[in-house]
């Protein structure tokens, strides 16, 4: 099993960066594909983007538009999204997720095994 703890959000002005930071428990954290996801009031939960087992792939969704990062480091257990150039349209709750052993980048929430609680974030205009 794996616990995961999201920490860095916040408000921030449109045009502005935030680095949101995922720590996880547990030994075997290297064998966790890991996502960010996020949903904001009235909508679905959806899918941002995510990361191999050891770095070497990622994916995100369209809407990202080369705007945010997401990268990870197996020694200390943790998984970020960098995001920038933040718009209103970025306001959410953002999760992240892990699903065990999976080599698919999935961008169905169901896919995933364990959740953080979330951290919110505002994007003022």
């Known amino acids: 099993q794996v616990q995961l703890v999201e920490s860095g959000g916040g408000l921030v002005q449109a045009g502005g960066s935030l680095r949101l930071s995922c720590a996880a428990s547990g030994r075997t954290f290297s064998s966790y594909l890991m996502a960010w996801f996020r949903q904001a009031p009235g909508k679905e939960r959806e899918f941002v983007g995510a990361i191999s087992w050891f770095g070497g792939r990622t994916d995100y969704a369209a809407f990202v538009k080369g705007r945010f990062t997401v990268s990870r480091d197996n020694a200390k257990n943790t998984v970020s999204l960098q995001m920038r150039s933040l718009e209103p349209e970025d306001t959410a709750v953002y999760y992240c997720?892990?699903?065990?052993?999976?080599?698919?980048?999935?961008?169905?929430?169901?896919?995933?095994?364990?959740w953080g609680q979330g951290t919110q974030v505002t994007v003022s205009s």
């Open positions: 997720a892990a699903a065990y052993q999976s080599t698919y980048f999935y961008t169905d929430s169901n896919k995933y095994n364990y």
